[in-house]
C-alpha cells in the first residue's frame, strides 16, 4: 500500500511539474458591427476568458482563470473591467488566487492588457507549489 500511494506521489509531482500550463487563445470573437462607418474598427461589446490550466485527469486538476468584459465604438475602448479572477479546482489541488489588474490601455485605447496572478499546488505534497501569472490582451 505504501508503494502505491508514494507511486501515486511521484507520478503527482512529474505530472504537474511538467510545462503543462498551456494559455488558452482568446481572440476577439467575430463581429457585425452596428456602426463601422470608414474602417475605424469594431464596434459591440464582448466577454472574454484567459486561462491556464495544468494536471492529470482524474487525480488533481486546477484552472486560473481571468474574465474582462469590454466595449469598444470602431475600435477604441469605450469600457473595460475585470468581472472574474479565479480557479477552479478537481483531486487534490489547491489554488489560492492573487491580485489582478490592467496593465496597459484601456479607455480610449485601441487595446488592454490584464494580468492575473495564482498559487497552486497539490495538497498530498505540500512542498509542491508553483505560481502562475497569466496575462493576455483585449
Not at 83 to 112: L, N
Request: proline share 4%; hydrophobic share 45%; with cysteine.
Amino acid at each position: 500500500m505504501k508503494r502505491v500511494l508514494f507511486v501515486l506521489l511521484v507520478a503527482l509531482a512529474i505530472g504537474c511539474s511538467l510545462p503543462a500550463f498551456a494559455a488558452a487563445a482568446n481572440h476577439l470573437p467575430a463581429t457585425t458591427c452596428a456602426s463601422c462607418t470608414g474602417g475605424g474598427g469594431p464596434t459591440g461589446c464582448w466577454q472574454v476568458t484567459g486561462d491556464h490550466s495544468a494536471g492529470l485527469p482524474y487525480v488533481s486538476w486546477v484552472r486560473h482563470y481571468l474574465v474582462v468584459n469590454f466595449c469598444k465604438s470602431n475600435g477604441v475602448i469605450t469600457s473595460v473591467s475585470i468581472v472574474a479572477h479565479g480557479c477552479d479546482v478537481r483531486g487534490v489541488a489547491f489554488c489560492h488566487i492573487g491580485p489582478a489588474w490592467k496593465t496597459t490601455g484601456g479607455v480610449g485605447s485601441y487595446s488592454a492588457s490584464f494580468e492575473a496572478h495564482a498559487t497552486w499546488g497539490v495538497t498530498v505534497i505540500p512542498i509542491y507549489n508553483n505560481s502562475d501569472t497569466l496575462t493576455f490582451s483585449v
